[in-house]
């Protein structure tokens, strides 16, 4: 289990912007902001937003600098391949 999924399990099925704010680290007034831009994935109904926490998740390990760092690709290998004469 990576570290995300460890935040993320303690974490409801849908966040408040609050919540969403201090698990981005960000204010509450760019977290908004980051709304109304579509930077997080979140729908309005009416004056509402209806945030997913596992589209928050899926959008951070999307962003992450560290791709495939705990699930290498398997199609890849681990040594070169020798050259054929």
Same mark, same amino acid.
């Given at each position: ?26 204010? /509450?007034?760019?977290? !908004? ?9 979140? !729908? =309005? ?13 899926? /959008? ?6 560290? =791709? ?18």
């Amino acid at each position: 289990m990576s570290r995300l999924d460890e935040v993320f399990a303690q974490l409801p099925d849908r966040l408040t912007v609050e919540q969403l704010s201090q698990l981005l680290g960000i204010e /509450m007034q760019t977290t !908004y902001r980051w709304l109304q831009e579509g930077r997080v994935p979140a !729908y =309005k109904v009416g004056r509402a937003w209806v945030i997913f926490r596992d589209e928050v998740k899926d /959008m951070l390990e999307a962003s992450s600098n560290q =791709k495939n760092r705990a699930d290498p690709d398997p199609t890849q290998s681990e040594a070169p391949a020798e050259p054929t004469a």
